[in-house]
């Protein structure tokens, strides 16, 4: 890691200077860092330190007498608890599912506007406009003014389609009770398409033009210029849009809170601990599912690091 | 059809880009991009229908327009104006504080980089992939014993913590694209720290600094989860209020999207304005 460090920076940085002067000069650098290093440690670490202490604990707010040390008992039962389960898998087939066809809508989409053609920037902006939706707003709009079975657009475009060809009997499936965590992961790919879009659209923008063109006079088709120098060179942005797009996917309340509600198996962990918190008032086992998530997310996030940073290396060595 | 084949064997000979089927691929991004907006002109088109023209089937698309949704909104009920006040206090004060920290500690990790700079930028990221429902509890708990419950000023605290993670990682990538050379060229001359900044290190980052507040200033108004936990009528978000409408409440769907347009404005009239600066500040800058 510090070679890194000395060989990206060894202009600026200049010989250290030895003992007392060096120390103090190591502070004067750190000093700029430090508010904003404090001020995440206090924020964002000593609440694990509570959440870990009050998981040992008998705590619901319901029953403020019974306070007290639990040992394990709030873990035994998140791990007893079919919810929790449901719970964890619900989380990863919602984050699994939005990724990858947002991801793949957008390397589509991409790299139809990688194209010169009439409107291209309108066709663009268009692209964004789901992404700049407020996640609550773009929610009840999925839900009510979409996905609903009476008035909703997706049934009124049956009945006006059906309409044309005559027929006054067209389907009228109730979205969001037939297929509830697909109405959720369709809306939360309609938001994140464009975000994945905008990533990839700029990977294929630095593409080294030349070389594609060379490869061109050289005879090689489209496809072959796809899959052997497009795609290598869209490889990290597409790691990256994952990875960014698992980060916040991982955590959404938004979709889940207004079109479900949490129900028809749609909870994901974020709203089950929501619920266990903040309706059922058991801070004792709503902290003990946290920390069980926080391990797992531990877990997963070493490897997304290590992706990150291999990333950040070939960055750095360019 | 033969129009289009022969157009494109005419652009083979040339060495521009060939562009087989280009028309029909035009005409497909077109169509892409049209139903993905379709949604929010759905929305925008619904705000201004009268309620019993909003709940038709098949959709009254041509019904005649009319404010009463947005008339509706803002005064029938419970008025928006002070949730929107207190989403653009949070979203703002937050974004001015993750700005002053981020800069300072951007400038440690990349112009004069103190030792281990790369475990201290992951260490910021690490805290991004902490799942934030976990860290819900202590501060709605903390809150509790401070007296801080349904104060917009817990929000602009978790807001900052939220985001100064992202900052620092964008204001990182875009200090450490002032090139090196002019630094040094800086110092020889003799320019001291306050010169340096403000005539090599601002006129580069500058932009960067746009583009890192309209990141923060989106994910402070968007955000609902702490909000909806940690305040109640006084301090509520515009992104809380939207709550009220999860339920149906019989003819309501124009009022709804008056309300979803409403409190989406700013983001959309921002993120528009600066389409660039979201690719760069979405993916912590390391896109250009």
């Known amino acids: ?27 004067v650098r750190r000093a700029p860092l430090l508010p904003a290093l404090i001020f995440m440690i206090i924020v964002t670490q000593l609440p694990f330190v509570a959440t870990l202490v009050i998981s040992f604990m008998d705590w619901n707010a319901y029953y403020p007498d019974e306070r007290g040390f639990a040992g394990f008992d709030n873990f035994v039962r998140v791990f007893t608890d079919v919810n929790m389960r449901d719970a964890v898998w619900t989380t990863i087939l919602l984050t699994a599912g939005v990724v990858l066809i947002s991801l793949l809508l957008g390397l589509g989409i991409a790299l139809l506007l990688d194209r010169k053609f009439r409107g291209r920037g309108a066709v663009r902006t268009m692209m964004i406009a789901p992404f700049l939706v407020v996640p609550v707003a773009a929610a009840l709009i999925w839900k009510h003014a979409l996905y609903n079975p009476e008035y909703g657009l997706f049934n009124g475009a049956l009945t006006w389609f059906w309409g044309l060809f005559g027929s006054d009997n067209p389907p009228q499936p109730d979205w969001i009770s037939n297929m509830p965590l697909w109405a959720v992961i369709f809306s939360l790919v309609w938001q994140w398409t464009p975000f994945m879009m905008l990533i990839l659209l700029a990977g294929l923008q630095g593409r080294p033009l030349d070389v594609i063109e060379a490869a061109r006079i050289d005879g090689a088709n489209s ?4 899959r052997s120098m497009t795609l290598p060179h869209l490889r990290q942005y597409l790691e990256l849009g994952a990875l960014l797009g698992s980060i916040y996917i991982v955590q959404n309340f938004d979709a889940v809170f207004t079109i479900t509600s949490g129900g028809l198996g749609t909870a994901n962990l974020p709203y089950t601990i929501y ?29 997304a690091l290590r992706t990150v940073s291999s990333l950040f290396r070939e960055e750095s060595g360019r | 059809m033969s129009t289009v084949a022969h157009a494109s064997t005419t652009d083979a000979a040339t060495p521009k880009k060939k562009d087989r089927g280009g028309p029909w691929l035009s005409l497909l991004a077109w169509v892409v991009g049209l139903l993905f907006v379709l949604p929010v002109v759905w929305m925008v088109l ?8 909003a709940a038709t089937n098949p959709p009254a698309v041509f019904a005649p327009l009319t404010l009463d949704g947005y008339r509706e909104f803002f005064s029938g009920g419970a008025s928006p104006w002070p949730p929107l006040l207190n989403s653009l206090t949070a ?15 951007a400038y440690a990790l990349s112009i004069k980089p103190v030792r281990k700079w790369t475990d201290t930028l992951f260490f ?34 978790f807001y900052t913590s939220m985001n100064l993670p992202i900052a620092v990682w964008m204001m990182r990538s875009f200090l450490s694209e002032v090139p090196v050379e002019m630094l040094e060229a800086a110092q020889m001359d003799g320019a001291n720290l ?62 709804l999207c008056a309300a979803a347009f409403v409190v989406s404005l700013p983001v959309l009239t921002a993120g528009f304005a600066a389409q660039d600066k979201l690719v760069q500040g979405l993916s912590l800058g390391s896109v250009k």
């Open chain 1, 1 to 27: 890691m510090t070679s890194v460090a000395e060989k990206s920076r060894v202009g600026t940085a200049g010989t250290p200077p030895p003992g007392t002067a060096r120390r103090a000069s190591a502070w």
């Open chain 1, 223 to 226: 496809w072959q210029i796809f």
């Open chain 1, 275 to 303: 619920q266990i918190f903040y309706q059922a008032h058991d801070y004792g086992r709503a902290s003990a599912a946290a920390v069980i998530v926080v391990i797992g997310t531990i877990i997963i996030a070493t490897f």
């Open chain 2, 46 to 53: 619904t705000s201004f229908h009268s309620e019993a023209d």
């Open chain 2, 91 to 105: 979203s703002v004060v937050s974004t001015i504080v993750v700005l002053l920290l981020s800069l300072p500690a």
């Open chain 2, 124 to 157: 910021f990221l690490s805290t991004k992939m902490l799942p934030v429902v976990a860290g819900l509890l202590p501060l709605y708990l903390f809150a509790q014993y401070a007296g801080l419950l349904d104060n917009i000023w817990l929000l602009i605290l």
């Open chain 2, 194 to 255: 306050i010169k340096t900044l403000r005539s090599v290190i601002a006129p580069v980052v500058t932009p960067g600094i746009a583009a890192t507040a309209l990141i923060c200033f989106i994910f402070s108004w968007n955000e609902l989860l702490f909000a909806r936990v940690l305040t109640a009528t006084v301090a509520e978000t515009a992104p809380v209020f939207l709550t009220s409408f999860v339920t149906s409440q019989g003819l309501f769907l124009a009022q």
